[in-house]
């Protein structure tokens, strides 16, 4: 039986949203039979692959019959990342994220469609957008709002203390945008939710209660969404890894935690 072999291409998408040219890497797994499902991961931060290992991986979980096949589109951030990252329409404290709106629109007007004509077999699986950090909190955000697109967001140590005020302005935990997003929108976004955090993180613990700010407003993003009738584990997956740091190697060791939870094989192939 022929395995999916992973080949990666590099591609520059010219963008009238963002003004500039975005560099994007594809991973398309090749082999693949013409029954065979197709799904889609976007992923923020996408110049990190090569520190992630994520070829690497895929190939590891398809030789181990773990996946379904997927193509991965990484996107680079550009040196506007604090802008064009961040929660659509509504700046953190500093402005940062003004450009978050533009970068959704590039997203789902220019991104989406040009994968589509680029990648020979048509997508007609599950579709996932992913990012880590800052890049984590741009990508839900991004599905929140548009699950007409996606199914499923998958968060590495998100940035989800993204606030509206400083600590040293009377900050309170309603200061933080996301969590006021979630909690202010009306529907229910058809979506999974794939959460994870290192337990060492950071050390900041703004309230006091001995656990880190990370933990905390990741725990908090998911009591949002309960509120708004998701289940746990249905609907929401929570992944807190021991010793892991807000670094790429951290993430690297997660993602094939995600990958399986988003993407992963139900029945083992018999050869």
Aim: glycine share 8%.
């Amino acid at each position: 039986m022929l395995l999916p072999e992973v080949v990666k291409t590099e591609h520059i998408l010219k963008s009238v949203c963002l003004k500039r040219e975005v560099a994007l890497e594809i991973f398309i797994p090749e082999n693949l039979l013409g029954n065979e499902q197709l799904n889609l991961l976007l992923l923020n931060d996408g110049q990190d692959t090569g520190a992630l290992q994520l070829q690497e991986t895929l190939n590891r979980l398809y030789r181990n019959f773990k996946m379904e096949p997927l193509v991965v589109v990484a996107i680079k951030a550009g040196t506007e990342r604090l802008q064009e990252y961040g929660v659509a329409g509504m700046p953190d404290f500093l402005g940062r994220g003004s450009k978050a709106g533009a970068y959704t629109d590039f997203i789902i007007k220019e991104l989406v469609p040009f994968v589509q004509t680029e990648v020979e077999l048509p997508i007609n699986g599950k579709r996932a957008f992913a990012g880590f950090s800052l890049g984590g909190l741009s990508a839900f955000d991004i599905a929140w709002n548009n699950d007409n697109y996606f199914d499923a967001v998958g968060v590495f140590s998100g940035s989800f203390w993204w606030r509206k005020k400083d600590l040293k302005e009377g900050y309170t935990d309603n200061d933080r945008i996301l969590h006021q997003s979630i909690a202010e929108t009306i529907a229910k976004p058809e979506l999974k939710f794939w959460l994870m955090t290192g337990t060492e993180d950071e050390q900041a613990d703004r309230n006091r209660n001995f656990i880190i700010d990370s933990i905390d407003d990741t725990i908090d993003v998911i009591k949002e969404l309960l509120k708004k009738g998701y289940e746990r584990p249905h609907d929401i997956c929570y992944y807190e890894m021991v010793g892991g740091k807000h670094e790429v190697p951290t993430w690297a060791k997660a993602m094939p935690a995600f990958l399986c939870w988003a993407f992963g094989r139900k029945i083992t192939p018999i050869d």
